[in-house]
């Protein structure tokens, strides 16, 4: 079974800055799809970013890029030039690439980012 | 651009109770999963459907049931309400027939508040 960890509970970045968050997941699958959401007070979740593991090249978004290490099985999301509408729970998430079954998303635990004024 | 709907988007029922949560897929999407999120914690996968045939199974209790109809529409039947039930219940969708472009959209959330 996929694990998908997020070590860190909470970050704080200030308005204009660059931060990191940090995942890692666990897996005997050579291919999969990894995966940013972001879900705001309102609880809404929203895909920030999209990786696909065949792909070497580090998917961007805008602000959102990834630092995708296959070998290191880490895929850290990277949010630049905060923003305070960016404040909000970010998390990482891993899917199997088979249709049908086995397609669920697995979550890491979240982490809470604070964009300071 | 149309998104996942679902309905309620809030619901309030007592213990023992039976609630029925409704899921409509953003068009032409034939993959629906439910999620359930509690307080402070990350969504956990219940159920999915593709092509109106269950395809695929989490940590979803036996009180609770699910179909997707020949609409692509998807029901949550959840019976013998418990306090724990209290929950953000999510549907989301996928287009299952294009391998690599499944990303699951989101609907924004049913609150079952259970008392």
């Known amino acids: 079974a996929q694990t998908v960890t997020q070590s860190q509970p909470e970050m704080s970045v200030q308005e204009a800055e660059t931060v990191t968050l940090s995942c890692t997941y666990d897996?005997?699958?050579?291919?999969?799809?990894l995966f940013w959401y972001k879900q705001p007070p309102s609880r809404q979740m929203i895909l920030v970013i999209r990786q696909e593991a065949y792909k070497q090249q580090n998917a961007t978004e805008n602000r959102f890029s990834v630092n995708f290490q296959k070998a290191a099985k880490s895929f850290s999301l990277k949010i630049s030039d905060s923003q305070l509408g960016d404040t909000a729970m970010y998390f990482c998430a891993f899917r199997n690439p088979d249709t049908g079954a086995n397609s669920k998303l697995t979550f890491g635990k979240g982490i809470t980012l604070s964009v300071r004024p | 651009a149309a998104g996942v709907i679902q309905s309620p988007r809030h619901l309030i029922k007592e213990k023992r109770e039976t609630a029925t949560l409704k899921c409509y897929p953003i068009?032409?999407?034939?993959?629906v999963y439910w999620y359930q999120q509690g307080p402070g914690q990350d969504p956990q996968f219940l159920i999915s459907?593709?092509?109106?045939?269950?395809?695929d199974k989490g940590s979803i209790p036996d009180r609770f049931s699910a179909q997707q109809f020949s609409d692509y529409h998807s029901e949550l039947n959840m019976s013998s309400l418990e306090l724990g039930d209290s929950a953000l219940y999510f549907c989301?969708?996928?287009?299952?027939?294009?391998?690599?472009?499944?990303?699951?959209?989101f609907g924004p959330g049913t609150r079952l508040l259970v008392l």
């Open positions: 459907f593709y092509e109106k045939m269950q395809s």
């Open positions: 068009p032409r999407h034939d993959t």
């Open positions: 897996t005997s699958e050579s291919n999969y799809y």
């Open positions: 989301a969708s996928s287009l299952g027939d294009i391998i690599r472009d499944e990303t699951q959209y």
